[in-house]
């Protein structure tokens, strides 16, 4: 639905915004194609696997291409369901997405590089091999800067969430618990070595538990509801 002063309705917001849950393109490069293909600490075999499916690689590449495009699709249409509480800190939540979604394409362009530097002809083995480890280990540092900010992104849009009339405080703290894992998660490589966080991500199931409710309650929300 398209208001006349050329905006989109609360419900369309909530639609667009819970529509992550049902596409699993990230899922699939991020948990089935990069694992198969991207050894962090062995460039040979990644070489290797980049070489032998080539295809695979690719189609993980678009993958999360298409997610990170959708996430400026995001930024706008969460902006839109939020706006009722603050407009502006409503805006500033969606620039950190964007910003987000922009570091994180740029951060994919290594494995771009890294599908072109392992078809080059000519090159020396081990080089290759140097070229390649620095590639996938710089994606893996942008992309822990890119969900830093992410992050942050959630815990502020937590914030949000709980101040809204019309949306359970309890999505508010599940989005706020899922920003303070992705954002501890990210800095685990440089603060927390020793330590394993990997249950962490189990909190990220508030992004999801919130899509659910987007779809199934955000989009029946009614105008007289829209008390921040």
């Not at 080539?54 to 993980?60: D, E, V």
């Not at 815990?155 to 303070?180: D, E, N, R, T, W």
Request: net charge positive; charged share 15%.
């Amino acid at each position: 639905m398209i208001k006349e002063n050329g905006g989109i309705s609360m419900r369309t917001a909530a639609l667009i915004a819970g529509l992550p849950i049902m596409l699993l393109t990230a899922p699939y490069g991020e948990f089935y194609v990069f694992p198969k293909i991207i050894n962090y600490n062995d460039a040979a075999q990644t070489t290797q696997n980049v070489l032998n499916h080539p295809k695979l690689f690719l189609s993980g590449i678009y993958a999360m291409l298409f997610t990170f495009i959708y996430d400026i699709v995001l930024a706008w249409a969460l902006y839109i369901f939020l706006r009722p509480v603050n407009a502006s800190l409503a805006l500033l939540g969606a620039w950190l997405r964007v910003v987000y979604a922009i570091l994180a394409i740029v951060a994919l362009s290594n494995f771009i590089y890294v599908l072109d530097l392992v078809k080059l002809p000519g090159i020396e083995e081990a080089y290759k091999h140097k070229q390649v480890l620095q590639l996938v280990n710089g994606h893996r540092s942008a992309m822990n800067l890119a969900y830093i900010i992410f992050g942050i992104y959630l815990v502020f849009g937590g914030l949000l969430i709980c101040k809204a009339s019309y949306i359970p405080k309890v999505m508010g703290v599940l989005i706020m618990l899922a920003g303070a894992s992705w954002i501890i998660h990210s800095l685990q490589p440089y603060f927390f070595k020793n330590y394993d966080l990997s249950r962490m991500k189990f909190f990220a199931i508030g992004e999801l538990v919130f899509g659910i409710w987007l779809l199934v309650r955000g989009t029946r929300i009614k105008e007289s509801e829209l008390v921040a």
